[in-house]
């Protein structure tokens, strides 16, 4: 699998195919693929995406996350219990 984000367009595309994703999960999968194979914990992610003063909950991370992998495939962000997240998808490209 492959994926294409372009932050200039806020444009996803999954083997050539265009994915329609709302801002926050667009923010998430940027974040985690920036770094991929980094484990960013739900705080550092809620922090950098939502920011401290928002009034969502912490757990709204798990959320966006099962919703990008349904998007992207369930393999494609691995749980890493009692840490957090990482991406696992190899070939992502950012423009």
């Given at each position: 699998?492959?994926?294409?984000?372009?932050?200039?367009?806020?444009?996803v595309l999954k083997d050539g195919v265009?994915?329609?994703?709302?801002?926050?999960?667009?923010?998430?999968?940027?974040?985690?693929?920036?770094?991929?194979?980094?484990v960013f914990s739900r705080k550092q992610i809620y922090?950098?995406?939502?920011?401290?003063?928002?009034?969502?909950?912490v757990r709204t991370v798990d959320v966006h996350i099962l919703l990008l992998r349904k998007k992207l495939g369930l393999n494609s962000i691995?749980?890493?219990?009692?840490?957090?997240?990482?991406?696992t998808i190899e070939n992502v490209s950012i423009k």
């Amino acid at each position: 699998m492959s994926i294409e984000i372009d932050t200039e367009k806020y444009i996803v595309l999954k083997d050539g195919v265009r994915l329609e994703l709302p801002l926050k999960e667009f923010e998430l999968l940027h974040l985690l693929s920036i770094s991929p194979g980094k484990v960013f914990s739900r705080k550092q992610i809620y922090n950098i995406i939502w920011g401290e003063n928002s009034n969502s909950k912490v757990r709204t991370v798990d959320v966006h996350i099962l919703l990008l992998r349904k998007k992207l495939g369930l393999n494609s962000i691995k749980m890493i219990r009692g840490v957090g997240y990482k991406i696992t998808i190899e070939n992502v490209s950012i423009k």
